[in-house]
């Protein structure tokens, strides 16, 4: 029989709690879900329902009250603080919803930070910066600060961030929530044609328009997932029919 | 903090340092002037210190140095007019002759009581008229002995002192000293020539160095008497003792203002030389017993100049504490001005440290950013400090003709101290700011 893909993510029963005071807020309930390679999924739900906890979970800036967290087969919870930034730096993707970039730095040296942090020379750093920038058609504005740019560009620029350490998953937070129809349709278009080359994205949003665009949709309610289609297009064509847990809304 | 502790900046290359460096440099260059006004505390602290030791320095330096030419193995001594009877006893015994002073009987005992006591040089002093043809001045003629010169520190600048030979001789020689030697002969080099003292001729064959001025502070001989001879002492004759004896024997008269007065004094000066360094204090206390004895009235003064360093030396030190104590605390404020705004940095910039943790950044990454970001802001309030700092001491002489002496140490330790305060300043802001939480620094507006 065909060989199961390993997945890159695997949340085993996933709960978090905040304590606010003397009341505990469950903000995730217990979330299992595989994430395989050249996976494209979109997270739904409305606001409070637990999406941007469980995008702190993936993206490895949170530790889950319970469950477990495999991160390309290693359980984040074994990681101690230097070695959850190193996953992070290296095998994670981040764009915000805020661009979030560096106002003291150029383009091009924003695109270098995460290189710079796992002590990539700095040439080479430069090198596939330039090359990242030109993929996302920015190549002559590579001395410019953030505030001379555009939001869609700023948003561009935090896409060739994301990809300039290569990594394994790229996570974005609302992505196009700050932008016009316009450019947010630019961006959402690279997100596509970074799928195709065979990147795995996950993208949170209240945008249902979104739910069309990705082959995979999980809506959270509660901190619970109530919907998620499964894989649409699976590479090794195969319908894992567990992952298909569709309870009606 | 645990990953701190444990490894702290291990993985830490050159090549990081210097991207961190440009990227610290980059960050305070955003806001320059908040930058420079931060620095600015530093930078007086460090420039205060440098060139209130460097007046200190100059002070003290010029007070040591005329303490050393009188020769740190010497003990001086000098007769006075006893203090409490002068005036009285000058009004009723006008005519007759006073006596006073140290006598060549003290020499003796202290010679062969005191041990250790190397050298001795006996002096007597007279003031008269000088002349050279129709020049006259009115200085003052020292007796002494060959050896004078070498005990006292002070040069030959032309021609010789007189020797064994012309002591014995009792010659008709002498040495004038720099001042007296331009003021009688203002055009024409005077070695050779003759100097007229009342009736007999003197031939100059040597100038000898200037006396420096008188030395400030307290003999311990006298309380009181104070140096008050030496009045006229810039304008010296030196001529051989027996000379001074022979002619003009032990009575000194001198005419003021229609009166005249008559002294007795034997020797006007001593210099007692101690044959080992660390024997001066104890040599000096037995001369005193002894003199004591001697002299009931205090008719002499006692100068130790080994003394005179210590104490010195001791003002210097409590200068020198007072100093520091002050840069402590200006240094000090000017830390608390950097730590209070690297922590408003912090703050201001909680996003950013957000950011960069999401990146890859670990904890001593963010404390290496900020640490860095203080010592530049130190380091470099340090150097204009120290080119301030050495500036100011050079306009000072300039202007206010004062000698200021900088030390290489005081610059590399303000300097050092201004990186330090960074280092020490720096770690609280920067803990804080690699101990924030990812996710609420990302948060954060």
């Known amino acids: 029989m065909e060989k199961a893909l390993q997945p890159i993510i695997e949340l085993r029963e996933v709960k978090k709690h905040y304590q606010m005071g003397p009341v505990t807020v469950e903000a995730l309930r217990g979330i299992s879900l595989k994430v395989f390679p050249g996976d494209y999924i979109s997270i739904l739900g409305p606001s409070g329902c637990g999406k941007s906890t469980l995008l702190n979970i993936l993206g490895c800036l949170d530790q889950p009250t319970s469950g477990a967290y495999l991160l390309e087969g290693k359980d984040v919870a074994q990681l101690d603080d230097d070695e959850l930034s190193q996953v992070r730096g290296k095998r994670l993707g981040f764009i915000f919803q805020s661009y979030n970039l560096i106002q003291a730095l150029t383009v091009v040296e924003n695109i270098e930070v995460p290189l710079y942090y796992q002590g990539i020379p700095e040439k080479e750093g430069r090198k596939i910066a330039e090359k990242l920038a030109g993929q996302v058609g920015l190549g002559t504005r590579l001395d410019h600060r953030p505030t001379e740019l555009s939001g869609g560009q700023q948003q561009r620029v935090a896409i060739a961030r994301a990809l300039a350490s290569d990594p394994a998953l790229i996570l974005a937070d609302e992505a196009t929530g700050n932008l016009d129809s316009k450019s947010g349709g630019e961006i959402l278009q690279i997100f596509d044609e970074l799928n195709a080359q065979g990147k795995t994205l996950i993208m949170i949003t209240h945008d249902e328009k979104m739910a069309d665009r990705t082959p995979r949709v999980i809506r959270l309610k509660d901190g619970e997932i109530v919907v998620d289609t499964g894989k649409r297009f699976d590479i090794s064509g195969r319908m894992s029919k567990e992952e298909e847990k569709v309870s009606a809304v | ?445």
């Open chain 2, 1 to 445: 903090m645990s990953a701190l502790s444990h490894k702290p900046l291990a993985d830490l290359s050159p090549f990081r340092l210097k991207r961190a460096v440009l990227m610290g440099i980059k960050s305070l260059w955003m806001h320059k002037l908040r930058s420079l006004l931060t620095a600015m505390g530093i930078v007086f602290g460090v420039c205060s210190v440098i060139a209130m030791l460097a007046i200190g320095e100059g002070a003290s330096h010029e007070a040591q140095e005329q303490i050393k030419n009188l020769g740190s193995q010497n003990v001086i001594l000098q007769s006075v007019k006893p203090s409490g009877s002068a005036s009285s006893a000058a009004e009723e015994t006008r005519s007759l002759i006073l006596e006073y002073g140290l006598t060549y009987r003290d020499i003796d005992q202290i010679r062969s009581t005191i041990p250790g006591v190397d050298v001795v040089v006996p002096a007597r002093k007279m003031k008269d008229f000088l002349w050279n043809n129709s020049v006259s001045v009115d200085g003052t003629i020292l007796g002494t002995v060959p050896w004078y010169p070498e005990m006292r520190n002070r040069r030959v600048l032309k021609g010789r002192f007189f020797t064994a030979v012309e002591m014995e001789s009792r010659g008709s020689v002498c040495v004038l000293n720099e001042v007296l030697a331009t003021q009688l002969f203002p055009l024409s080099s005077p070695v050779g020539k003759s100097v007229r003292l009342q009736s007999s001729y003197y031939t100059v064959i040597g100038i000898i160095e200037s006396r420096p001025p008188a030395v400030a502070g307290n003999s311990s001989g006298g309380d009181g008497g104070g140096s008050a001879e030496d009045a006229n002492a810039d304008m010296e004759m030196l001529i051989p003792l027996t000379t001074l004896l022979e002619r003009f024997g032990e009575v000194l008269v001198k005419y003021r203002s229609g009166s005249f007065e008559a002294e007795k004094v034997e020797l006007h000066e001593v210099t007692i030389k101690i044959d080992k360094p660390e024997r001066v204090l104890s040599c000096s206390q037995a001369i005193e017993h002894l003199l004591e004895r001697n002299h009931k009235n205090k008719d002499y003064v006692m100068t130790v100049p080994l003394e005179l360093l210590k104490q010195a030396e001791r003002t210097k030190q409590i200068f020198n504490i007072v100093l520091g104590s002050i840069a402590a605390i200006s240094l000090l404020v000017g830390g608390i001005g950097i730590m209070n705004i690297m922590l408003a940095t912090v703050t201001e910039r909680t996003r950013e440290i957000g950011i960069r943790r999401a990146l890859g950044a670990k904890r001593r990454d963010i404390v290496l950013q900020f640490l860095i970001e203080t010592i530049l802001l130190s380091g470099s309030g340090g150097l204009l400090g120290v080119a301030l700092g050495l500036a100011i001491p050079i306009l000072i002489t300039q202007f206010a003709d004062m000698i200021t002496i900088i030390r290489l140490w005081a610059p590399t330790l303000a300097f050092s101290i201004s990186v330090f305060i960074g280092v020490v300043f720096g770690i609280y802001p920067a803990l804080r700011a690699a101990g924030m939480n990812p996710v609420e620094a990302l948060r954060h507006e």
